[in-house]
């Protein structure tokens, strides 16, 4: 079972009002793999960097499965560059730096051996790049997700609904799910997108959880389902949280090709799992220290968060 | 088993995007005791209005079990009227016109047979008046429930933390609680107000839900819980979800005698059908319509909205 991802793979410098962080490993396609790879070992990576990347990074990936041919290295140039500083409610964040580099004209090639995958994560990027790799694809993968964000919208909205039409499951959170659709229940807002091409729909709240849509190929009939946020003391990092939510699902479901409504529900605890982990440190650093016991203990966690039972 | 309410019965103006309602019944006292009567049918209402209140209001309330002993009934003087309007989002609005009338100055009295009361629930009033009525109880209730508001945050610190410290369950929302302790973390702030007296702290989200916070008083260990709101097609008027979210928990609370953590997660669930149902009309009109099958069909869409199964 392959997963194909696509996205940056970046550096970012960070400050929370825990502390900072320069020049750190970054980048969606990063989060992605590395949050996936605890469920599925045969990761695809498509991504350019230059030639400032840590090979230690790189060795990490190729050591947790991740195939990365399909990661273009630059010579003389430098890696995707983001810096930003988050408000003290975490829930908001200034950019202060955006570098292109090597993103600037990438154009993704896919291995021969990628383009049969069963499996294609589109992490957020220009609408026409995730385009391009689909264009590439030799035959139709069971599950394409995409992630992606308010600038396309602003700024490549009939290139990004070209790519919408193509995909069956959408990540997107709850104020771009209102913008792309211009209703404010996110009720309307999903009714809306699911007549746009996916018929899953995952809306990301942030520390208020996530939302799963599901259209009913059949009848039409709309499924939902709210997966929690873990209420934690400390978000040391909320970088990479909304990416390693959506690596957790799609390596699920690669690695239980299942894509039932229970079986999607699952997925989408596991994502909010890894994503309550990756909050808990710097950059990538907890994604790379976890072992199947934690997860499957904080899996435990979120069951007990929500679960009660029914008159005795 | 009664259930002792305090708080406002009132007149509010009211527009959101769905329309207006002119000097229609609200009060924080009215929507607690309409949503507790539907699980509890020995409610005592203290509270007072002036001779303008619509006497069908009171018959209802009559005959649905209220018993208005404690209902001060101020001759030529004119009903506590609120009016606002609220935002898009329905999640921010903008006060228009307080007109306090006969809240004023509002000296409750408890009737003697309200004075033994098992369960209290002080709706959000000043904290003085609140004080005010634990004092004439005669015996400690099994458990006192109070809600507040930042206002009396802003201009009663004092006198509200002297009531705080007597209670047993604190409803505030998530502003409030940050506001409270100075802590933005949910957790972090729950702790500190597991500190100030209540063993028992429910922190109000609205459209995110409700989280519960219960301190074990053998192990202080903390237990946390968490009830979504249901995503809704349409919020046609938020006025008094948290007073009928309230309402449900303490009035579920009451009729079962049970504050074990158990029974504390269904009552969360109660209080968060009863506020679903709250919003889908203006003022208290769908909460005089109910039966108790739409309550349970209600509380098993709260059941299959957060329940997954683990692997098979």
Redesign the interface.
Known sequence: MSLLVVGTVAFDSIETPYGQAEQVVGGAATYISLAASYFTSHIQLVSVIGDDFPEATLADLTKRGVDLQGLQVKKGEKSFYWSGKYH???NSRDTLVTDLNVLADFDPVLPESYRNAEYVMLGNLTPAVQRRVLDQLTSRPDLIAMDTMNFWMDHALGELLEVIKRVDLLTINDEEARQLTGE?????AAGHILNMGPHILVIK?GE??A?LFLKDRDDQEIH?????AM?????FDPTGAGDTFAGGMVGYLAQ?RDLSF?NL??AL?YGSAMASFCVEKFSIDRLTELDVPQILQR?EKF?A???????E
């Open positions: 003290s409610d975490m404010y229940s996110l009720v309307k709240k208020h959880g939302l939902i389902f709210y997966a929690p209420p934690l003391m400390d978000v239980t229970a529900k699952r605890i899996i069951r968060l929500v679960h009660f039972d029914r008159e």
